[in-house]
């Protein structure tokens, strides 16, 4: 099992920065894939960024491309989402995901482990 809990959500206006927390506890040596995930009132889960724990390697939906990042303190458990420049429509509670294996890394479905999320709200 793997525990993961978001920190960091607000309230900023539309330019404004926030950078979002996520903490593993437990079997976190089994999580090789960390993601973020948002969640709009009214609207679908969408895919945000995934981290790997092991290498590093990124990759972000195309809207948050240039504007957010994501980063893991792997001594620290924890993996980052640095949110610069944010607009109203990244208004969304976020979710962080791990994942055991691979797959489709753009969807939910292929995330074994979820935090509680945590709400952006960014007013214009």
């Known amino acids: 099992q793997v525990q993961l809990v978001e920190s960091g959500g607000g309230s900023v206006q539309a330019g404004g920065s926030l950078r979002l927390s996520c903490a593993a506890s437990g079997r976190t040596s089994s999580s090789v894939f960390m993601a973020w995930f948002r969640q709009a009132p009214g609207k679908e889960r969408e895919f945000v960024s995934v981290?790997?724990?092991?290498?590093?390697?990124?990759d972000y939906r195309n809207s948050v491309k240039g504007r957010f990042t994501v980063s893991r303190d792997n001594a620290k458990n924890t993996v980052y989402l640095q949110m610069n420049s944010l607009k109203p429509e990244d208004t969304a509670v976020y979710y962080c995901?791990?994942?055991?294996?691979?797959?489709?890394?753009?969807?939910?479905?292929?995330?074994?482990?979820w935090g509680q999320g945590t709400q952006v709200t960014v007013s214009s």
């Open positions: 995901a791990a994942a055991i294996v691979g797959g489709n890394l753009y969807i939910g479905e292929s995330y074994t482990y």
């Open positions: 981290i790997t724990w092991s290498t590093g390697s990124t």
